[in-house]
T-cell receptor, first 116, second 110 residues
Framework: GAVVSQHPSWVICKSGTSVKIECRSL??????MFWYRQFPKQSLMLMAT?????????EQGVEKDKFLINHASLTLSTLTVTSAHPEDSSFYIC????????????FGPGTRLTVT | GQQVMQIPQYQHVQEGEDFTTYCNSS?????IQWYKQRPGGHPVFLIQ?????EVKKQKRLTFQFGEAKKNSSLHITATQTTDVGTYFC??????????FGTGTRLKVLA
């Protein structure tokens, strides 16, 4: 099956610094990737849709200047959390969409961000 | 905006008992997907339902899409300890974007 990787798997950073998270589709090309945020024991909250070669589409309430998304190639999307604060601490998961009829999403293993 | 709720939030069952989770959308859906997330893991795609009233089976799992395409259910027959995890439905209103339900966390007691 399709494999999506994320790097890093966990990161601790100081308040005010920026953190970049990478999402890669390893064995297929993904024109569309999604970024989610998941709080402990809660659902996945869609943050934005990342489209290769164009600007990301952000969900209502998600600050585009704080969560910068770049989808520079068909296999790589990045999420940069700028000027991170403790309330940004969360589990961030990306997914890449299958272009077939099921439009199934293949999820990465997630990145645990802790801002101190 | 679109909301997708699931009930129950938690369910503990004895191994061998059946389990059902229900998914309800505030809007009519184009299609619905189901995912399973094991503790500490990431969501894994289970199935997609597209047609009104559709029923699909995968071994002990039965998925149903409501006639009005606003609700769905997942039923597991004779649960096993390997069924432990959180089950999410995710609905689409016709775009490539899916809104995830609140999830149902299943615990199976041996």
């Amino acid at each position: 099956g399709a494999v999506v990787s994320q790097h890093p798997s966990w990161v601790i950073c100081k308040s005010g610094t920026s953190v970049k998270i990478e999402c890669r589709s390893l064995d297929f090309q993904a024109t569309t990737m999604f970024w989610y945020r998941q709080f402990p024991k809660q659902s996945l909250m869609l943050m934005a849709t990342s489209n290769e070669g164009s600007k990301a589409t952000y969900e209502q309430g998600v600050e585009k200047d704080k969560f910068l998304i770049n989808h520079a190639s068909l296999t790589l999307s990045t999420l940069t959390v700028t000027s991170a604060h403790p309330e940004d601490s969360s589990f961030y998961i990306c997914s890449a969409a299958d272009q077939g009829p099921s439009y199934e999403q293949y999820f990465g293993p997630g990145t645990r961000l802790t801002v101190t | 905006g679109q909301q997708v709720m699931q009930i129950p939030q938690y369910q503990h069952v004895q191994e061998g008992e059946d389990f059902t989770t229900y998914c309800n959308s505030s809007t009519t859906l184009s299609n619905i997907q189901w995912y399973k997330q094991r503790p500490g893991g990431h969501p894994v795609f289970l199935i997609q339902l597209v047609k009104s009233g559709e029923v699909k089976k995968q071994k002990r799992l039965t998925f149903q899409f409501g006639e009005a395409k606003k609700n769905s259910s997942l039923h597991i027959t004779a649960t096993q300890t390997t069924d432990v995890g959180t089950y999410f439905c995710a609905g689409s209103s016709g775009t490539y974007k899916y809104i995830f339900g609140t999830g149902t966390r299943l615990k199976v007691l041996a």
